[in-house]
């Protein structure tokens, strides 16, 4: 049985059943945690891993490797980030959302449950032309509960997107997404103000 590799974590609070710094393969470097981190029970998270400070997880979340977290991060309950993923700070995810490989997360984002990313176009087809095609989150986004977003697509800063729609292309700047195929329409003036979560108050000016 291999060893787990973490440094770091001053402060740091893993409940019983987790793994942190799992050492995947030969050569891996070990995960970094952040001061204040609480790990709950049944989380994995890989070696190869950076996360800032006061991260916290729910119960049986999975972080792959060459995953880079910021500070101030959630992580709900029976999320996936399946590796090679950017996430800024002041982020919260919420339970049972899949994050693949090649995404961008930036900070002051909002994840609802059950939020579902992808990165290939055509599964298991035309393999030998096969690039993984992460989304990118632009600072300020919200998804709502259910949403989809396909691959490639880039949500702009401060996009509000509708629970349950599907994303299927780029979206710009300050805009709302309703529906499926998700539509465009105007920002109403009452979701414009900044992401602020209370926990965020103390450490951020809106």
Same mark, same amino acid.
């Given at each position: 049985?291999?060893?787990?590799?973490?440094?770091?974590?001053?402060?740091?609070?893993?409940?019983?059943?987790?793994?942190?710094?799992?050492?995947?393969?030969?050569?891996?470097?070990?995960?970094r945690?952040?001061?204040?981190?609480?790990?709950?029970?049944?989380?994995?998270?890989?070696?190869?891993?950076?996360i800032? !400070?006061?991260?916290?997880? @729910?119960?049986? $979340?999975?972080?792959?490797?060459?995953? #880079? &977290? *910021?500070?101030? +991060?959630? %992580?709900?309950?029976?999320?996936?980030?399946?590796?090679?993923?950017?996430?800024?700070?002041?982020?919260?995810?919420?339970?049972?959302?899949?994050?693949?490989?090649?995404?961008?997360?930036?900070?002051?984002v909002?994840?609802?449950?059950?939020?579902?990313?992808?990165?290939?176009?055509?599964?298991?087809?035309?393999?030998?032309?096969?690039?993984?095609?992460?989304?990118?989150?632009? !600072?300020?986004?919200?998804? @709502?509960?259910? $949403?989809?977003?396909?691959?490639?697509? #880039? &949500? *702009?800063?401060? +996009?509000? %997107?509708?629970?349950?729609?599907?994303?299927?292309?780029?979206?710009?700047?300050?805009?709302?997404?309703?529906?499926?195929?998700?539509?465009?329409?105007?920002?109403?003036?009452?979701?414009?103000?900044?992401?602020?979560?209370?926990?965020?108050?103390?450490?951020?000016?809106s």
């Amino acid at each position: 049985m291999r060893e787990m590799l973490v440094e770091g974590g001053h402060d740091r609070e893993v409940q019983p059943g987790c793994i942190v710094g799992m050492n995947y393969r030969d050569g891996c470097h070990p995960a970094r945690l952040g001061k204040s981190a609480r790990i709950r029970a049944g989380t994995i998270i890989y070696a190869d891993v950076e996360i800032g !400070d006061y991260f916290q997880t @729910g119960h049986h $979340v999975t972080i792959r490797e060459k995953t #880079r &977290i *910021g500070n101030h +991060v959630v %992580v709900g309950t029976n999320t996936v980030i399946d590796g090679q993923v950017v996430i800024g700070d002041f982020v919260k995810i919420e339970s049972n959302c899949y994050i693949p490989t090649h995404v961008t997360i930036g900070s002051r984002v909002f994840l609802g449950p059950n939020v579902t990313m992808a990165n290939d176009r055509y599964p298991l087809k035309m393999r030998d032309r096969y690039v993984a095609e992460g989304p990118t989150l632009e !600072d300020g986004v919200t998804l @709502g509960a259910g $949403v989809v977003v396909c691959p490639g697509v #880039r &949500i *702009g800063r401060d +996009v509000f %997107v509708a629970a349950g729609s599907v994303v299927t292309k780029d979206v710009p700047p300050e805009t709302m997404v309703l529906g499926v195929p998700g539509r465009f329409a105007p920002l109403p003036a009452q979701l414009r103000e900044r992401n602020m979560a209370l926990s965020w108050i103390q450490h951020l000016k809106s």
